[in-house]
């Protein structure tokens, strides 16, 4: 892992793209809470910077840390990057953890088979690892919006009665959320990308 204390190349790009207007925390999820104005320049500073940035500047990004991973995978959103699938993919794979929400979304905006077989297998392997603390109900959410938006039944099996889900949630009672209830936040942050990427769209096809 590359670190922009140590890596001038990193630093440099995390000062153009990942803490300009404090992006990297409001991509945690707080600008939800934006509005007016606020929102609407934290959207045309977001989709400036995922049309300007570089495929090669967004892998640099990619071996920083978690600011610039989730930085990054918004981005790569934004600008429907789908070759940025399987480095994405990786990352999830590897223990997303706290600050695997970003992939998620990510993934879920591409919207394909193949995403929603990233999030599977990340279920199938961190949905037996409680002993990791993570709250796994993210992905699990991420994946219910997926089948919602393609038609698709891919969470069922794990919700089941005595499923991977009831498995985990017995063994992390304290973290336990609903996923159905959950994916409501899910949903939204899925419709902002989306906004996002269609201003991204428009904005490319002018020019």
Known sequence: ????????????????????????????????????????????????????????????????????????????????RTEFRSRIGELLLAGGGPYGAAYCITLATFGTSADADLLCRYLDRYLLR????????????????????RGTDRASRYLAAGGLWQQWSDAMPG??????????VVDQLCSFASECAELFARTETRR
């Open 175 to 184: 973290m336990v959320r609903d996923p159905q209830e959950y994916r409501q």
């Open 1 to 80: 892992m590359r670190s922009a204390n140590t890596d001038a190349e990193l630093m440099d790009l995390v000062r153009r793209f990942v803490t300009p207007g404090r992006r990297y925390l409001r991509l945690g999820g707080s600008f939800l809470r934006l509005s007016g104005p606020e929102r609407e320049l934290f959207v045309r500073e977001l989709v400036q910077a995922a049309g300007e940035i570089t495929p090669a500047e967004l892998g640099i990004l990619f071996e920083g840390g978690w600011r610039e991973r989730r930085t990054a995978s918004w981005l790569v959103a934004v600008a429907g």
């Open 130 to 149: 409680p002993d990791l603390g993570y709250d796994q109900t993210f992905p699990l959410s991420t994946l219910l919006h997926l089948d919602a938006a």
